[in-house]
């Protein structure tokens, strides 16, 4: 079974923008357990054999898709598979330019997963129609980390194939 954990980092796994990362967490990818859920999404992944992550942030624009990867948590690094978004440090809101809920929805229709979860910080970033496939997390709110990661574990048991979700938003 196709299983994918589509992680928006801003937010979630670092800081909101990627010009307030400390400079010694890119030079020491082992800092990444230092902020937000990094700790606990590792753990939920290992957990979950079957799952493969997909990147949905402009940090992948920001510093190029081998990069981010090599800043993330070993074994957040180890499952991801690609990102949504293009890299090579492209220029970021260019007129006409796709928002990432645009990337995200187009990635998702390629990648035609059987089984989808959606982990963002950013309302802007879910596509209406997989909502209920989303754990919406603010990074301000560590007191409900638990919450949130319970959450994630609850979505990525559900039996809820990509078809069912479509036909919903029908």
Avoid: K
């Amino acid at each position: 079974m196709t299983s994918i954990l589509y992680l928006g980092v801003e937010g979630v796994l670092f800081p909101r923008r990627s010009q307030r990362i400390p400079h010694y967490q890119l030079e020491n990818p082992g800092a990444a357990y230092e902020f937000g859920l990094s700790r606990n999404i590792a753990q939920i992944v290992m957990t979950r054999p079957e799952l493969a992550i997909v990147l949905n942030s402009w940090w992948v624009a920001d510093f190029g898709y081998r990069r981010l990867v090599q800043m993330l948590p070993d074994e957040i690094a180890s499952r991801t598979i690609g990102a949504t978004t293009p890299g090579n440090r492209m220029h970021r809101r260019e007129p006409g330019q796709q928002t990432r809920l645009d990337f995200l929805r187009a990635d998702i229709h390629r990648r035609c997963p059987e089984s989808l979860t959606i982990v963002d910080a950013s309302r802007t970033a879910i596509p209406f129609e997989y909502a209920s496939r989303t754990v919406l997390v603010d990074y301000l709110r560590p007191d409900l980390f638990g919450n949130f990661c319970n959450d994630i574990l609850r979505l990525l048991s559900s039996v809820t194939t990509l078809q069912t979700v479509t036909n919903v938003s029908t």
